[in-house]
């Protein structure tokens, strides 16, 4: 077992500044290409993550 229990954290493995700011990037090209919905969201998040290769 570890010794530094505090390592391991839910936290994304990403940096939360890196996280914020492709999010903010998606947000706006997904507001810029005109979608609205959850579904539409959800889809060029996946469609992002994919292109990305980030899981």
Same mark, same amino acid.
Do not use: C, Y
């Given at each position: 077992?570890?010794? !530094?229990?505090? %390592?391991? &954290? /839910? *936290?994304? =493995? /990403?940096?939360?500044?890196?996280? &914020? +700011?492709?999010? =903010? %990037?998606i947000q +706006? *090209? =997904? !507001? /810029? *290409? @005109?979608?609205? @919905?959850?579904?539409?969201? %959800?889809? $060029? !998040?996946?469609?992002? /993550?994919? $292109?990305w290769g %980030?899981d």
């Amino acid at each position: 077992m570890e010794s !530094k229990p505090h %390592e391991h &954290t /839910d *936290l994304p =493995a /990403d940096p939360p500044s890196d996280m &914020t +700011k492709r999010v =903010a %990037e998606i947000q +706006k *090209l =997904a !507001k /810029d *290409l @005109g979608f609205s @919905g959850p579904s539409d969201w %959800e889809n $060029e !998040k996946r469609f992002f /993550d994919q $292109e990305w290769g %980030e899981d």
